[in-house]
């Protein structure tokens, strides 16, 4: 599986992005897919979730402003992220898990920076 990451960029706070994740490979293997992000000087996080079967889940600091999404058709996921405020800078990375004989395994795309000025 690989995943490709795109749409970051610079916005002003209260402004919003789209990020989108493209998987190509063994994308029928794909299971649970999420955005995390590392800011600078800290750890990397969970940001929001989707399962195969649509279910979604988000990080209490951006629930009710982003939203993840997958178009099983384009074989995309994405996240809307809107009201941005500064702390949300970061680079974004976006995740994906197979499972093969009960045994998972872990994906990870290159990352794109977003970046909301105050």
């Known amino acids: 599986v690989q995943l490709q990451a795109s749409g970051g960029g610079l916005v002003q706070a209260g402004g919003s992005l789209r990020l989108s994740c493209a998987a190509s490979?063994?994308?029928?293997?794909?299971?649970?897919m999420g955005w995390y992000r590392q800011a600078p000087g800290k750890q990397r996080e969970w940001v929001a979730g989707?399962?195969?079967?649509?279910?979604?889940a988000y990080a209490d600091l951006v629930k009710g402003r982003f939203a993840v999404s997958r178009d099983g058709a384009k074989n995309t996921m994405y996240l809307q992220m809107n009201s941005l405020k500064p702390e949300d800078t970061a680079v974004y990375y976006c995740?994906?898990?197979?499972?093969?004989?009960?045994?998972?395994?872990?994906?990870w795309g290159q990352g794109t920076q977003v970046t909301v000025s105050s």
């Open positions: 490979g063994s994308i029928f293997s794909i299971n649970d």
């Open positions: 995740h994906a898990v197979t499972i093969k004989g009960y045994q998972p395994y872990n994906y």
């Open positions: 989707t399962t195969r079967g649509g279910s979604t």
